[in-house]
Each structure stands twice: as structure tokens, then as C-alpha cells.
């Protein structure tokens, strides 16, 4: 698994481990993952967590905190037992396993070759582990504002490179990978029922993983990629201000429009692609279907965009400090992340609908 993580990601994993024995713990548990996401403060996610105040000290004060509460209804360890743990022994829970599992699906989702300190917080986070979460919650941290916060902040840095993933390229070799590590797993299985003459389990063929797949990870690479793809190009746009100077209203209303459709018919080039060279399936989606799912795409991208706008806004009000405003604006970006869930769940419809009525017609 490791072998998958990248230099900054494995240091993570030293230092968890650290914070693990230096806090007199036995196993790495989410809350010392979360600790040691904060000590780098060069890493995305050291620096998404630090803009809602979550910084090392605070983290570690908490955890001591949840020890203190839980040592006073456990009774009192030998003196310098924990001392003599030694850190070959620390081991990760079965949470933090769970976080790693799903951190991997996060650099496929952002088409990433290794798993990142970013990638990391962001299972955490999804995985609602409670220790971490209380933590979280204890320092008045808004989990939908932190994912945020860590998409803003990759584009921020990839808006600087010539080769920022691209949304097809992205989901059609992530979702390959997927079905190969499915594929893989199935295959392991069928040669220990043949090592050990065990009674045959029904197994799932190739189409029936690929379709699988596609319903399980589709919708979740969609609105990675759109999320991401909207707030890349609103950096590209910072940057390009900053560098030549202001830039017509105008112009930019067509370049982030034009974007938009791009983005459709380039996500009607995936479903399509995904269909007919992993599923192929006799007939792909028709035009409504496609019109279905470009039109849901079409909204994500741009109710990311007005998120971008009201979080500009939000920065301007926090700073000069008009609080009713700040409510106000508060207020808006909750119903937008509730309006995101609904499109999310129209997307996941939209797609099991367009999948499941070819398979029952196969």
C-alpha cells in the first residue's frame, strides 16, 4: 500500500507513529494522523487546516485533553510502561487503515500518481472517524468550508503547472485502475478456491465488476473533476489578472461559459468512452440521456462557481469585520453544499438509471 505514497505522505505516517509514543499510545489512531497533518506547515493540508485555526498546539491540547477525561475512568498504568514501547511495535488501527484505503481513492479522483498529505486529510474527513471529528468539531472547524479550503488550495498550486490533470484523461485511467485492482482481488480469490478444492463461490465476471465500478466511483470522479476543473480555472484567471492586469467582466463571463460547455461535452466523451471500451454495452446512452447528465454537470459547475464567488465575498466581510454580513454569507454557503448533495444525488440517479436499464436489457 505504501508504496503508493509520496515522500511528504510517508513522513506523515513517521510522525503519527512519533506522536502515537510520545503521547504513551499503543496504536495509531485517526486523532494522531490529524496531529501529525499539522506539523508540516508547507503541505496543503497543514495549510487548509490552519486557515480554521486547526495548528498543531490545538490538536495536541485536545487529544491530551480526551486522554486526561479517559485515564480518569480507566485505571492507573505502571510507572514508565509506556516508555518501554517500542516503536517498531506501533501499529495503525483499523480506522487509520480505512483512511489510507481511501486516501488512494482521492489521488485517483485527482488523477495523481501518489497519495498526498491532502489526499490523506481528505479520508479523514469523508470517513467521519469520531475521535478526529471531535477534535475537529472541538476547534469550530466546518468540515464542508475544509474540504473546500484543500480543493482551492491544489488548484492554487497546479494553476502553476503546465500539466494539471485533465478531467478525461483523469477519470477514464482512474477508473481502469479500479477495475483492475477489483479484477485482481476476484482473480486471488479464484486461485485459493482452486488451492484449496473449496466448493466454487459465484463470482462476478468483468462486465459485472466494470458496471459495478461505474456506479460505485462515476459519480464521485464527476464531481471531483468539475469541482476541481471550476476552481483551477478561476486560479488560472487570478493569476493571468495579476500578471497583465484586469480583465473585462465580459471576457471572463465567456471564458468561464465556454469552460462550462467544454466541461458537457467532454464529460458526454467519458460516459461514452467508458461504455463502449470497458462495458460495451450493444447501444450507448441516447441523447436524452446525455442531455440529462451534461445538464447536471452543467449545474455543479455552475453552483461551484457561485460558491467561488460568495467565498470572496465571505473573505472581504470577515476582514473588515461585519459579522451580520458574515451570518448572512454563512447562511448562503450551507444551502449551497445542501444543493451540491442534491445534485450529487441526481448525478448518482441519473447514471444507475442510464447503466442498470441496459444491463437488465442485455
Known sequence: MFEKFDEASNDVLAASR??????????VKPEHLLLALTRDPFNIAAKALATMGVVSDNVQSEIERAMKSTARLEPEPSIGISSMI???SITFDESVKKIFDRSNDFRLYFGRDKVAPEHLLLALVDLHDDGAMRILEELGSNLTFLRRQVLNLIAREDCLSPNA????STIITGIAEIVWQQLEGIASLQRLVDTTASSQPKLPDRSAVVLMVLLAYLPDFLMTQTAYQRYLLEETLKLLVKRTGPIEREVIATIVSGTAQNLRAECRSIVEHLWTQEYRMLSVPDEAEHEEIGGIIEDLWWTYSEEIALHDVFDEALDDHRRKQVLN??????????????????????????????????
Open 165 to 168: 490533470p485533465a478531467a478525461k
Open 86 to 88: 517500542p516503536y517498531s
Open 329 to 362: 454569507l454563512q447562511k448562503r454557503k450551507l444551502e449551497i453544499s445542501l444543493r451540491l448533495g442534491k445534485i450529487k444525488l441526481a448525478l448518482e440517479d441519473a447514471l444507475k438509471r442510464c447503466f442498470l436499464k441496459r444491463t437488465m436489457s442485455a
Open 18 to 27: 512519533h506522536e502515537c509514543l510520545r503521547l504513551r499510545c499503543t496504536g
